[in-house]
């Protein structure tokens, strides 16, 4: 044994995590909100504004979660999307409705999602490589096909003409209730207030279904047999064959379900949109977002949600409120350095304490000498934030062990 | 279940509104177009057309020069069998640009139209090796170019003045959104005349912009859902008049108009009578009209007659280059007159227009 | 397979219809028959071991009879009923199981998660196969929450693992292939005697290992088999273990060592007070000291998982110690890296060489390179000396016996043997003062073992000093000339070789024996107290 | 060696035939034919600037395939080159422009300068991915957007940009700045720089095969452990190789700025970063094998033009890249697995007895 246990893991339950993890993400902002004076932080707007940018990166990342689950690199994601973004507009053009464009979204996405299991599982191809393949494929079937079809109706060989959306909900009593809180502007109850309040107003059935597939994943991949073969084969896929598992079998479902995964979040993405068209680029990389938003959620899906989470919030608040507001997340960011250097003290990390300590400083500083951050790097808060806390919290990523790996029935001894 | 949102209101009049200056003088005289075209016979003309990204049927751009081409053929006698069009694809480099001018330019092509400023210094170079072939670009500019290289400029500036005398006659918060595509030059140019126009108008209302992607990063002008939530920001700041730069994006701002029963500007063609976006007609009161039909049909026919001298240094509102639409009917009367009169008060060089934001 | 059919399987038991019959079972792989016209007759409630050289067609025939591949030709006959198997599923549907050579567990994946995969009809995966489980590792000695990750085991829980996977699946025909290569004699003890009660239970085994003391301990029938085929069946008590390997092999073995002893009074290697710790703070070394002589081979015993591995690797620039000082030939190397060492004249037998010894897609010639990058004959300054290198892979090839059509195939394609072998050759060619050698005939076949053993000697008799770790006993005693014993990352004991029996090493691998005074191992003392 | 001769033929042999007939049935179905449309892409070839433009492109190509191949090596997927290029590209333009110095030392220099910028931008992966184990796929991501940031704020008015008409751009590079190319008059320019692909690819193809440096880079790819039982230190191989990766990368957009634009302008183009990670693997991180696929690579996508002239929609050729990708490794793979079986075959015939290619079975 060259490997030495990694540190034991934490006893918590994953849900517990969670839990507490909102708590500390709503404490800091609604401590930043209070002491900046910068209420958009958590107001009802950012909440729901983080809601419509984060959720086709997070149909993206479950999709991540499923292909790489199964041990399969899918960097086709953005392919796969693009053609989910053309199926759902089809769909709507057919007359199908919403819940049509949701379904062939995912057929479209799937179909790329079956190209890439047959050059990778059956092929042995690069996963990589077939990705990049399937990337540049799915941009130009959908350009192709959006000339065929689209062009005669919309006039436009690029858009798709709008297409029926679904139609929103809200709680409104609850709304209007929370909704007064908010504006209270007490510290924390009015934070908490308007996140909420965010949330259960102008739903759209597209979230209620993109959370519903996040517990979905879970319970299939965590909770089901064919949840624990999948994983098997991600994890060692010759020893899953031993067992009798179908390793291949399980690879193809799983790169499909990734597909239509991330077809999904393409008809998320024509239906969150105003009006709801296919656009060509309209995907602008958010296939790759939703890898980071997996790899950052640590290939789980209350991770991804998080992550997907992150990226939509700083997204929405950089485009929606001024630059002080982005400012003021340096504040935060100095708040999570100081907790930081609490928590490292604690475990008596004295070395990643003090580097905590100087980055807490590092930032602060930068805070209260600036009043604002150049814009050009605002569209890229969402990066930069993702590199700070993975430079903080990587040692604690778990890949799948055979994720990206060549397998070939009957070749392992 | 939400109900849908309320109509749109077209705006309030400015009663609640803001502060205003006083009224200019009513416009005097008319406008003045260049007439080079009536002349023009171009049935011996071979017109070659090189497209941006997107190319004809973009409902934007593209499609405007397109339709000065098509105007060309329909009244000048260009023969279409005698016109060839070729489009840019997304992230190519120069190479691509100069094969394809020089493709049209060795097939004898004469004039070549090239549309978007990414083709400047590809044009520049080709119109060198062709010194005999007659070069233009949309929205371009180089120094030191070739003779044969006429560069089609407009005064987004003084169009977006225009619609922001609207917009702050129109507003009733005295804020006034603008978001644009993506932070360059050009886009700025809108940004800058709107803001005067604003300013000029009512001196105390706020203009708030925002840019949905930095140079660079051409998502921008592809992203509705963005350009959505950058718009609902400048409504939730309290803007109740937004004015887009933003391309596909300004669908997004558009229904980000509708959702919270704001006005909206729109940009480039009339905007209300665009089919993608004929779900928010109803909150679009203006657009901003930048006439590359007009700059490409007037360039053709120059040159059938003969006379690029005749052209116009920029397209402005001296020549109908840029303009604003009222369509819809929710100009009245009363917005109008202040419009032209400072379109007169610009065309007269009272006012100068800056094409660069103050801050 | 439901639980019913398991008791009729059962009751099947008391006929005398044997368990498997594999009747002229041939198998062919590209340019080699791996069986060929093989005949097997298992019968019901018996260990059946399978003895033969690396390569002779072990694995093969028990992969075939697990469904994991097709045979050519022949019939398999279960419980007197021809069958084919299409997959592994079929086989365990028909009451087989398999504990593979090399572990088949994701480290990733909870113990609970690893046994139920594949059976989840049993049990589902809940609170019943959780209980099921718990039930079971009872009987295989686990005594693990099933909830652990597997990468959280030592060896002998993995193995353990392997088994409950296979009772968890109510197999009655369990093959068991080489499951006692990494086990200490304590934990084969244990494993015997799990086998045999489930033996007196009703179950049969097919068993594989080249341990043959082992074989002959634990077999009630042991078939030997050469170049793919049979070479017969015999009884265990009628042979011994020198005819057993004699049959395996089809010549004479070598006779027995004489040994001499090479001793010096130089000292090689002096290690003081050396100690590396986990990233908890715990000391995974604790406090070591030993010394290697010019011509001396020291011996490491130890459970695996006690240091010995952590040990290598630290002495080999690998790891970092947190004290402690190491010198060779009286130069201070404790903050040499790994490359400095070897340039210092340290060779280096890693214990597990597809993972740390060899490039296996590269070509022999370019392992031969490896650790010498830097130094004649396979480097020149900044510049790699290919010539070079190919003409003494020639010379190794030649030396030590590797069987190769050549210098130019991969590393891959040769046998695990042959791997080792090139693997030595390499370590013994850069003139190394120190030989740093872990389980260096591992897995490797008694022709194979007996040419290593006298490379490692006569390098000792030319003055070469040895540390040698090494899982087998009678290895470890029979090459060294002192050895010591490590139990949680401490010397526990010192043992002499000419005296001590691998029982004796055992139970103070184990913690249980005693030792007297001066730290050295109280033998005959009858067991523990 | 015969037969290997004949199989390392056979590989690409296959793969355009694989193409051929991928591409031809993508043709078929938007109902063109597919002999015309690849007769006119050839023609092309021979049209105007064309073939010069291929050359030209596959030079930059090459540069880009060479850092994706160097991260290769190494098991590093450097996503990277794309923001490494950009960040290189700006800065080399800026200093270049800065600097007034003789002609070939002032390339000299601005090549270190982009060189440079690119393994800086290629640090923070590096120190990240060995400090703190961040997979450098996420990281580099990420500093690709970050790039565009930082090419937003750099071509700032206020900062380095100046505008010409409504384009932003550096200041252009003065005369002693601008590598000459080879005049081939009508038939165009090509980039002197094309040889600075070349030279790369054969520095390239000897440090990997012949130097230390190369077999520690391999040997740490190919299994780190053993490398480090080698005596290789791995922590330092990923930071060596990443950064090397990078400055390879910030080279890519050299050609062009000093032979062509003289400048850095907004619309400096992007995309060839994945092109590169696309053409490492076609070459299969083989000089010679990457000096082909950017040339294949180069031809599609210079030729497509032609497509238009025969009606065939030009979306049909990014179709036709994706295909040709994919046939040509699908190609690859057929090829390795015969190879393989091949091998093992002369192995069991040559040792009579049994072998174990224990790598196969991972
Ligand atoms: N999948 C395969 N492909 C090609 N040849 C194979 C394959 N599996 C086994 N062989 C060949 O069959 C022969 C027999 O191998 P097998 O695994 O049965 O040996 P073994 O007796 O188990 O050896 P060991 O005692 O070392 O485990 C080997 O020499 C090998 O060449
Ligand atoms: N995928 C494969 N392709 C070809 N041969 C294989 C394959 N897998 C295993 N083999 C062969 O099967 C044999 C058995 O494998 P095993 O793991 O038992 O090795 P081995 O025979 O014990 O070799 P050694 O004892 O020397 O380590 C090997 O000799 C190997 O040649
Ligand atoms: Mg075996
Ligand atoms: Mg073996």
Redesign the interface.
């Known amino acids: 044994m060259t490997v030495t246990p990694p540190p034991r893991r934490r006893a918590v339950p994953g849900w517990a995590m969670f839990v507490f993890g909102i708590v500390a993400v709503v404490g800091v902002l609604a401590t930043t909100s209070f002491l900046t004076g910068e209420p958009a932080l958590t107001s009802s707007s950012t909440m729901q504004n983080t809601v419509t940018l984060g959720l086709p990166i997070l149909l993206c990342g479950l999709g991540g979660i499923w292909a790489e689950r199964s041990g399969m690199i899918n960097i086709g994601l953005e392919g796969m999307m693009i053609l989910g973004t053309w199926g759902a507009a089809w769909a709507g053009v057919l007359g199908l409705g919403p819940y049509g464009s949701v379904l062939f979204g995912a057929i479209f996405g799937a179909l790329g999602g079956a190209l890439h299991a047959i050059a990778t599982v059956s092929f042995g191809v690069n996963h990589i490589v077939s990705g990049v393949a399937i990337n540049l494929l799915g941009a130009g079937v959908a350009k192709y096909l959006s000339t065929l079809i689209f062009a005669p109706l919309s006039d436009n060989p690029r858009d798709s003409p709008p297409i029926d959306r679904f139609d929103t909900f809200s709680a409104q009593g609850l709304a209007d209730w929370l909704g007064e809180l908010e504006s209270e502007q007490r510290a924390v109850i009015s934070d908490v207030a308007g996140l909420l309040r965010g949330l259960v107003t102008r739903v759209s059935p597209m979230l209620i279904i993109g959370i519903l597939l996040v517990f979905a994943t879970y319970l299939v991949l965590w909770r089901t047999r064919f949840g624990l073969r999948l994983r098997s084969c991600g994890e060692n896929p010759v020893a899953a064959e031993s067992l009798g598992v179908n390793v291949y079998l399980h690879k193809y479902i799983a790169v499909i379900a990734s597909g239509a995964l991330a077809g999904i979040g393409g008809a998320a993405l024509v239906l969150g949109s105003s009006p709801s068209i296919y656009s060509e680029g309209q995907t602008a990389n958010r296939g790759f977002i939703g890898l980071a938003a997996m790899i950052f959620g640590n290939w789980r899906p209350g991770g991804t949600l998080a992550g997907a989470g992150l990226f939509g919030y700083a997204d929405g608040l950089r485009l929606s409120s001024g630059p002080e507001t982005v400012h003021a997340l340096l504040y935060a960011a100095v708040i999570c350095a100081g907790l930081l250097v609490i928590w490292q003290l604690f475990r008596r990390k004295w070395t990643t304490a003090a580097l905590a300590g100087v980055g807490a400083v590092a930032v602060y500083a930068l805070y209260y000498a600036t009043d604002e951050l150049p814009s050009e790097f605002l569209p890229y808060t969402p990066h930069i934030i993702t590199l700070v806390v993975l430079a903080l919290a990587a040692q604690r990523l778990r890949p799948p062990a055979a994720n990206g790996m060549p397998y070939r029935r009957g070749e392992g001894d | 279940k939400d109900s849908g949102s309320s109509n749109g209101s077209g705006g309030g009049n400015n009663a609640a509104g803001c502060k205003t200056v006083d009224k200019p003088a009513a416009a005097s005289a008319g406008t003045t177009t260049s007439e080079a075209a009536t002349e023009a016979d171009g049935s011996a003309l071979k017109v070659g057309l090189a497209f941006d990204i997107g190319g004809r049927g973009d409902a934007s751009f593209n499609d405007s020069a397109a339709a000065g081409l098509d105007q060309a053929i329909a009244e000048i006698g260009v023969k279409k069998e005698n016109t060839k069009e070729l489009t840019a694809t997304d992230q190519e480099s120069e190479d691509a640009k100069l094969t394809r001018l020089r493709q049209l330019a060795q097939e004898g092509h004469n004039p070549i139209v090239s549309v978007g400023f990414a083709y400047s210094d590809a044009t520049a170079k080709i119109a060198a090796e062709f010194p005999n072939t007659q070069f233009a670009v949309v929205d371009g500019f180089v120094e030191n170019a070739p003779a044969n290289v006429t560069f089609l400029g407009f005064a987004e500036h003084e169009g977006s003045f225009l619609v922001g005398v609207i917009a702050a006659l129109k507003s009733e918060s005295c804020t006034i959104g603008f978001v644009g595509g993506v932070n360059v030059p050009l886009i700025q140019k809108f940004q800058a005349g709107f803001e005067q126009g604003v300013k000029t108008v009512a001196p105390d209302a706020e203009v708030v912009s925002k840019y949905i992607t930095e140079a660079g990063d051409l998502t921008g002008f592809a992203d509705a859902p963005k350009g959505q939530v950058a718009a609902k920001g400048l409504i939730d700041q309290g803007a109740d008049v937004v004015y887009h730069a933003a391309g596909a994006s300004g669908k997004g701002v558009f229904a980000a108009a509708k959702e919270a029963n704001v006005m909206a500007i729109g940009v480039d063609s009339d905007q209300y009578n665009q089919k993608t976006v004929a779900e928010y007609k109803d909150v679009i009161i203006t657009s901003m009209l930048k006439r590359v039909d007009v700059a490409v049909f007037d360039y053709i026919a120059a040159v059938a007659a003969n006379d690029l001298a005749s052209l116009p240094p920029v397209f402005d509102l001296k020549v109908d280059g840029v303009g604003y639409s009222t369509s819809g009917g929710k100009i009245d009367d009363e917005t109008k007159s202040w419009a032209e009169a400072y379109k007169q008060q610009i065309i007269e060089g009272e006012i100068e227009v800056s094409d660069a934001p103050s801050s | 397979m439901t639980d019913t059919e398991v008791d009729t399987v059962a009751d099947a038991d008391a006929r005398p219809v044997p368990a498997v019959v594999l009747a002229g079972i041939t198998k062919r792989?590209?340019?080699?028959v791996?069986n060929s016209d093989v005949d097997l007759t298992v019968e019901t409630g018996e260990v059946h071991a399978l003895c033969g050289e690396?390569?002779?067609?072990k694995?093969t025939l028990m992969k075939i009879l697990?469904g994991?591949?097709p045979p050519d030709e022949g019939t398999i006959t279960v419980h007197g009923e021809q069958v084919r198997f299409r997959?592994?599923?079929?086989?365990?549907r028909a009451g087989i199981g398999?504990v593979?050579?090399?572990?088949?567990?994701?480290?990733?994946?909870t113990v609970l998660?690893?046994v139920?995969?594949?059976?989840?009809?049993l049990y589902?995966?809940g609170k019943r196969a959780r209980a099921r489980v718990r039930e079971l590792a009872g009987s295989v000695g686990l005594e693990q929450d099933p909830s652990t990750?597997v990468?959280?085991l030592?060896?002998a829980d993995r193995q353990r693992v392997e088994i409950l996977?296979v009772l968890y699946r109510g197999a009655r025909i369990v093959i068991l292939d080489e499951p006692t290569a990494v086990l200490v004699p304590q934990e084969v003890d244990e494993l015997f005697d799990t086998l045999r009660t489930m033996r007196a239970d009703g179950y049969t085994f097919l068993f594989i290992s080249h341990k043959l003391d082992e074989v002959r301990a634990i077999a009630d029938s042991i078939t030997v088999i050469r170049?793919g085929t049979t070479v017969g069946t015999v009884a265990p008590d009628t042979v011994t273990s020198r005819q057993l390997a004699e049959m395996m092999v089809g010549s004479e073995l070598p006779s027995p060592e004489t040994r001499t002893s090479t001793v010096t009074e130089n000292e090689v290697l002096q290690v003081q007070g050396l100690t590396l710790e986990?990233?908890?703070g715990r000391r995974?070394l604790d406090d070591l000291h030993l010394v290697v002589r010019s011509g001396e081979v020291l011996g490491i015993a130890g459970v695996?998982?006690n240091g010995q591995?952590e040990l290598v690797?630290t002495l080999?620039g690998?790891r970092r110690a947190a004290a402690g000082r190491v010198l060779l030939n009286g130069r201070n190397l404790t903050r040499a890296?790994?490359?400095?060492?070897?340039?210092a004249g340290i060779g280096?037998i890693?214990?597990?060489r597809?993972?740390?010894?060899?490039?296996?897609?590269?070509p022999l010639w370019?392992n031969r390179?490896?650790?010498y990058?830097?130094r004649k004959p396979t480097?020149r300054g900044?510049?790699?000396d290919?010539a070079g290198a190919r003409e003494d892979t020639r010379r190794i090839v030649e030396e030590f016996d590797v069987?190769?059509?050549?210098i130019e195939?991969?590393?891959?394609?040769?046998?695990?043997g042959n791997?080792q072998k090139l693997v030595i050759g390499r370590e013994l060619s850069g003139d190394p003062v120190l030989l740093i050698a872990s389980h260096p005939t591992r897995g490797v076949d008694v022709g194979a073992q007996a040419a290593i053993w006298d490379h490692i000697r006569n390098a000792r008799a030319a003055g070469l000093a040895v540390l040698l770790v090494s899982a087998d006993l009678d290895e470890l005693i029979g090459l060294s000339d002192s050895i010591k014993v490590m139990l949680r990352g401490r010397f526990v004991a010192d043992a002499d070789p000419t005296t001590v029996t691998p029982e004796d090493l055992g139970s103070a691998m184990t913690g249980a024996a005693v030792v007297d005074d001066s730290g050295a191992l109280v033998t005959e003392t009858g067991g523990t107290p | 060696m015969n037969s290997r001769l004949r199989s390392s033929l056979l590989a690409p042999v296959l793969a355009v035939v694989f193409a051929a007939v991928l591409c031809a049935i993508a043709l078929l179905a938007s109902g063109a034919n597919p002999a015309e449309a690849l007769g006119v892409m050839i023609g092309q070839v021979g049209e105007g600037q064309v073939a010069v433009d291929i050359v030209n492109s596959t030079a930059i190509y090459m540069l880009a395939a060479l850092a994706a191949a160097i991260g290769f090596q190494m098991n590093l997927l450097n996503i990277g080159i794309e923001g490494q290029y950009r960040v290189g590209a700006l800065v080399a333009a800026i200093v270049g422009s800065a600097i007034v110095l003789p002609p070939v030392l002032h390339w000299l220099v601005i090549l270190v300068v982009a060189a440079a910028a690119g393994a800086a931008w290629a640090t923070l992966p590096a120190i990240l991915k060995v400090t703190r184990g961040v997979h450098e796929v996420l990281s580099t991501i990420m500093m690709n957007a970050i790039a565009f940031g930082l090419a937003a704020y750099l071509i700032r008015r206020d900062q380095f940009g100046i505008l010409i008409g409504n384009n932003v751009s550096t200041e252009p590079l003065p005369e002693s700045a601008q590598v000459p190319g080879i005049e081939l008059g009508d038939r165009g320019t090509v980039f002197g720089l094309v040889f600075l692909a070349v030279v790369a690819a054969a520095v390239y193809g000897v440090v990997m095969n012949r130097t230390r440096f190369g077999f520690e880079l391999k040997a740490s790819g190919l299994s780190p452990t053993a490398a480090a039982a080698g005596g290789v230190n791995a922590k330092k191989m990923i930071v060596v190789s990443l950064l090397v990766s990078g400055a390879v990368a910030g080279l890519v957009g050299m050609p062009e700025i000093l032979g062509r634009d003289h400048a850095y302008t907004l619309n400096f183009a992007s995309g060839y970063g994945f092109a590169g990670i696309g053409i490492a693997l076609l070459g299969r991180n083989h000089p010679v094998g990457i000096a082909f696929g950017a040339l294949l690579w180069a031809f599609l996508e210079k030729a497509k033009g032609a497509l238009d002239n025969v009606g065939v929609p030009r979306e049909i050729a990014t179709i036709m890249q994706g295909a040709i990708v994919l046939s040509v490794v699908v190609a690859y793979e057929i090829v390795k697995r015969m190879e393989l079986a091949a091998e093992q075959r002369r192995v069991g015939q040559a040792t009579g007895t049994a072998v174990e290619p224990e790598g196969a079975a991972k």
């Open positions: 792989f590209p340019g080699v791996a690396n390569g002779a067609g694995s697990y994991m591949q997959s592994p599923a079929d086989a365990i398999m593979h050579q090399h572990f088949m567990l994701a480290d990733n994946l998660e690893n139920v995969l594949g059976a989840e009809n589902g995966i990750l990468e959280r030592g060896v996977k170049r986990a990233p908890d995974i695996e998982g591995t690797e080999m690998i890296g790994t490359l400095a060492r070897r340039e280096y890693p214990e597990d597809t993972r740390h010894g060899l490039l296996l897609t590269e370019a390179i490896l650790g990058q830097t480097a900044a510049f790699l290919i069987r190769t059509p050549g195939v991969t590393a891959a394609s040769l046998s695990g791997q």
